[in-house]
């Protein structure tokens, strides 16, 4: 079993529409990351999250530090939402533990 | 604006050639790392380094050797290229002070041929 779990692996979704990508992790972590990947390979860290909730713009990440379980929400989507998101877990040793990712679609 | 650089965007060398990944980050973080990412595996760590001549083994670095000579460079090395090791190169580099805050860089695709 992978130690960070990401659902769904994809996504389509239509543009305005709400999502939520779900991560659950077995791990031990000082902080839980939100990665997003665009086609062509750079990765952007969105969040760091310890406890509660962040939200920048339309995008919004919570955390269940007693479940182990992570959210990320985007508010009235777009194409150029269009991407692949990565949970992580943030290990002792400062290293980050991924998820295999989320690939979302998101039609005009 | 912070920036992790890698050197390369894409390359393609030969097998049993030696490669030289090259990561260069303007932060003055403390922590670098280098991961490879494979369809269907995600983002496995190769090495990492907490500070200047200092590495640590990640979860796959047979292989490879990683050299951190000063703070703002981190080179990943392939000793003898094999297409195996075919793949997409990410580079990241965190802060000691804000310790999970990554950058990262925009990867280096590598062809073994």
């Known amino acids: 079993k992978n130690e960070v779990e990401q659902s769904p692996q994809n996504l389509t979704a239509q543009e305005g529409e709400f999502i939520t990508i779900n991560c659950s992790y077995s791990?031990?972590?000082?902080?839980l990351h939100w990665l997003q990947q665009h086609p062509g390979g750079g990765i952007v860290s969105l969040f760091m999250l310890s406890s509660g909730k962040k939200k920048h713009g339309r995008l919004i990440a919570t955390i269940n530090i007693q479940e182990k379980h992570s959210s990320l929400h985007i508010t009235a989507s777009h194409p150029r939402d269009s991407a692949v998101y990565i949970c992580a877990a943030g290990g002792s040793q400062g290293n980050l533990i991924f998820g295999k990712g989320t690939k979302l679609s998101v039609k005009p | 604006d912070v920036k992790v650089t890698q050197s390369s965007r894409y390359l393609v060398k030969r097998t049993g050639e030696k490669v030289f990944l090259e990561c260069v980050q303007d932060?003055?973080?403390?922590?670098m790392f280098w991961y490879r990412q494979d369809p269907g595996l995600g983002l496995r760590l190769i090495y990492f380094s907490y500070d200047v001549k200092m590495k640590e083994k990640g979860d796959i670095p047979e292989g490879y050797s990683v050299s951190r000579e000063k703070k703002e460079r981190f080179s990943l090395i392939l000793e003898s290229a094999s297409t195996n090791q075919t793949s997409m190169y990410l580079c990241a580099s965190s802060s000691g002070t804000d310790r999970f805050g990554y950058t990262f860089g925009s990867g280096t695709r590598l062809t073994v041929v």
């Open positions: 932060m003055d973080h403390e922590n």
């Open positions: 791990v031990g972590i000082s902080a």
